[in-house]
């Protein structure tokens, strides 16, 4: 008796979605941890630098020797304007600037600053990996410096010069933003303010969305629907109060989840400085835009299941018709973690735009980079996605499918999706 009923429950909780979600979340990780992995084999060992030197004296020979032996030189004249196009032509990552006394500071134990420029590609963990060779190359100069003035007999400099002839003097160029820093802290700074934004709308559309799909399975299971239909109600009120009851529940649940994360997250958080806060502030324009960005990706994942959810069975057939909006949360979310949107091959960024989660998961960086374009046109591309599976689902609470969950027609194919598509084709 026991094995029987091991046998049932296993059967019922071990259906085709559960394990389709779990196989294909597992491929995707694996594809990430292989990009992951080759894209740092490719990183070059070789960095790619422009080089403008203010000072002919001893060491600013020296290091101009050191950089031409250890790096790819693209330019060497005086213009800092024309060596950052020149760089970015060449897809660069710094330019190295060494100041007229850099020499005579040193040999008089004043530790100097050595400037460096360094282009930032993009926000993602896996656009700016190159930084790190030059940063490995900065320390051995010190080093190299170091020996040098051992060998030449200046022992007499002050020794915390002489162990540590210079320092760094940052700025990172990010798009067409200029922020005193190096990459690591601005980057940083944008990843702080954002990097919780995926996960919220992906909760925010899956808690509101599983909301409005385990009801209708429920009323579809018990027969409420039948009797809610037959009420002297307009069906697009039916439809738009689903939506809009589930946008509100998944607003309170998302926001009680988030008090949560925010207080987790304050241990970790590092200081700022001012002059970084105000060039990566939003105002309220900014909130705005973030604000009907979520909004609309929100109502176009509701209605997507309000559609999803004509076919729906009973409460336990509902769950599984969740699957195919949940992984199209996951891929922007993994996508833009680990690449900026910006920095996506064509063919990849047209994919991920054509999907409605992606505008409020990369809104907050696109708002701070100053990219108000790339948003608004994704609340347009939002609204419209919305305003037509609205339409698609008050068409279907006016047809037979709402209440039998399937058309008599033995030729569709099992995808929902689909099905509505090849249909549509059809009567046209």
Do not use: C
């Given at each position: 008796?026991?094995?029987?009923?091991?046998?049932?429950?296993?059967?019922?909780?071990?259906?085709?979605?559960?394990?389709?979600?779990?196989?294909?979340?597992?491929?995707?990780?694996?594809?990430?941890?292989?990009?992951?992995?080759?894209?740092?084999?490719?990183?070059?060992?070789?960095?790619?630098?422009?080089?403008?030197?203010?000072?002919?004296?001893?060491?600013?020979?020296?290091?101009?020797?050191?950089?031409?032996?250890?790096?790819?030189?693209?330019?060497?004249?005086?213009?800092?304007?024309?060596?950052?196009?020149?760089?970015?032509?060449?897809?660069?990552?710094?330019?190295?600037?060494?100041?007229?006394?850099f020499s005579t500071s040193i040999l008089s134990g004043i530790k100097e600053q050595l400037e460096?420029?360094?282009?930032?590609?993009?926000?993602?963990?896996?656009?700016?990996?190159?930084?790190?060779?030059?940063?490995?190359?900065?320390?051995?100069?010190?080093?190299?410096?170091?020996?040098?003035?051992?060998?030449?007999?200046?022992?007499?400099?002050?020794?915390?010069?002489?162990?540590?002839?210079?320092?760094?003097?940052?700025?990172?160029?990010?798009?067409?933003?200029?922020?005193?820093?190096?990459?690591?802290?601005?980057?940083?700074?944008?990843?702080?303010?954002?990097?919780?934004?995926?996960?919220?709308?992906?909760?925010?559309?899956?808690?509101?969305?599983?909301?409005?799909?385990?009801?209708?399975?429920?009323?579809?299971?018990?027969?409420?629907?039948?009797?809610?239909?037959?009420?002297?109600?307009?069906?697009?009120?039916?439809?738009?109060?689903?939506?809009?009851?589930?946008?509100?529940?998944?607003?309170?649940?998302?926001?009680?989840?988030?008090?949560?994360?925010?207080?987790?997250?304050?241990?970790?958080?590092?200081?700022?400085?001012?002059?970084?806060?105000?060039?990566?502030?939003?105002?309220?324009?900014?909130?705005?835009?973030?604000?009907?960005?979520?909004?609309?990706a929100l109502m176009a994942g509701l209605s997507l299941f309000v559609v999803l959810a004509s076919?729906?069975?009973?409460?336990?057939?509902?769950?599984?018709?969740?699957?195919?909006?949940?992984?199209?949360?996951?891929?922007?979310?993994?996508?833009?973690?680990?690449?900026?949107?910006?920095?996506?091959?064509?063919?990849?960024?047209?994919?991920?735009?054509?999907?409605?989660?992606?505008?409020?998961?990369?809104?907050?960086?696109?708002?701070?980079?100053?990219?108000?374009?790339?948003?608004?046109?994704?609340?347009?591309?939002?609204?419209?996605?919305?305003?037509?599976?609205?339409?698609?689902?008050?068409?279907?609470?006016?047809?037979?499918?709402?209440?039998?969950?399937?058309?008599?027609?033995?030729?569709?194919?099992?995808?929902?999706?689909?099905?509505?598509?090849?249909?549509?084709?059809?009567?046209?």
């Amino acid at each position: 008796m026991f094995g029987n009923l091991l046998k049932k429950e296993l059967k019922e909780l071990l259906n085709l979605y559960s394990i389709l979600f779990i196989t294909i979340l597992a491929a995707v990780y694996g594809m990430l941890g292989q990009a992951i992995g080759s894209a740092e084999k490719s990183v070059p060992k070789t960095p790619t630098i422009a080089l403008i030197n203010k000072d002919n004296s001893q060491l600013g020979q020296f290091v101009d020797e050191f950089f031409q032996k250890s790096a790819k030189i693209v330019y060497t004249g005086d213009s800092k304007d024309q060596a950052m196009r020149t760089l970015e032509a060449s897809k660069g990552i710094a330019l190295i600037v060494i100041p007229r006394n850099f020499s005579t500071s040193i040999l008089s134990g004043i530790k100097e600053q050595l400037e460096v420029i360094w282009i930032a590609k993009g926000t993602g963990l896996m656009d700016n990996s190159g930084h790190s060779a030059l940063y490995q190359q900065l320390e051995a100069l010190k080093r190299a410096i170091t020996q040098s003035l051992l060998q030449g007999g200046y022992r007499g400099i002050d020794p915390d010069v002489l162990l540590d002839p210079f320092q760094l003097k940052e700025e990172t160029t990010i798009r067409n933003l200029r922020v005193q820093g190096p990459p690591s802290l601005v980057i940083g700074t944008i990843q702080s303010r954002s990097s919780m934004i995926p996960v919220l709308v992906l909760m925010l559309i899956m808690m509101s969305g599983m909301t409005v799909i385990s009801s209708m399975g429920m009323e579809k299971e018990n027969r409420t629907l039948e009797t809610l239909l037959t009420l002297p109600v307009s069906r697009n009120h039916i439809v738009l109060s689903k939506i809009v009851a589930s946008a509100v529940t998944g607003l309170i649940l998302a926001s009680i989840y988030m008090v949560g994360m925010v207080f987790y997250m304050r241990p970790f958080s590092f200081q700022i400085p001012d002059e970084m806060k105000q060039m990566l502030s939003l105002g309220g324009m900014d909130y705005a835009l973030f604000g009907l960005s979520l909004f609309f990706a929100l109502m176009a994942g509701l209605s997507l299941f309000v559609v999803l959810a004509s076919f729906a069975k009973d409460y336990r057939s509902s769950q599984g018709l969740a699957f195919p909006v949940t992984m199209l949360g996951i891929v922007p979310m993994l996508l833009t973690m680990f690449k900026d949107y910006v920095t996506l091959p064509f063919a990849l960024k047209v994919l991920v735009f054509l999907i409605p989660f992606t505008h409020p998961m990369i809104a907050m960086k696109e708002l701070m980079l100053n990219n108000q374009s790339l948003v608004i046109l994704g609340i347009l591309y939002s609204a419209a996605f919305s305003v037509g599976f609205v339409a698609l689902a008050t068409r279907i609470y006016n047809s037979e499918r709402i209440l039998v969950g399937k058309t008599k027609s033995k030729k569709e194919i099992s995808w929902p999706i689909l099905r509505l598509i090849l249909r549509k084709f059809r009567k046209v």
